[in-house]
């Protein structure tokens, strides 16, 4: 038994690809961009050196 495809499904898809690249780069951009404000912010860099501190001094 063969299956078909549903009639809704259109059977030229080209460029879709292309806007999917385009939506999950901007997607990754965006998290790099929050993930860098969140990580070069005063509380989370001084429990960084905190955390360094005590990795280096043996006291945890």
């Not at 997607?27 to 990795?55: G, I, N, P």
Request: a neutral charge.
């Amino acid at each position: 038994m063969k299956l078909r495809r549903p009639r809704w499904v259109p059977e030229d898809d080209a460029g879709m690809s292309t806007v999917e690249y385009a939506i999950g780069t901007l997607a990754a951009a965006a998290f790099a961009m929050v993930l860098m404000k969140v990580l070069t912010s005063d509380a989370v860099a001084s429990r960084m050196s905190e955390l360094v501190t005590q990795a280096l001094s043996g006291s945890f």
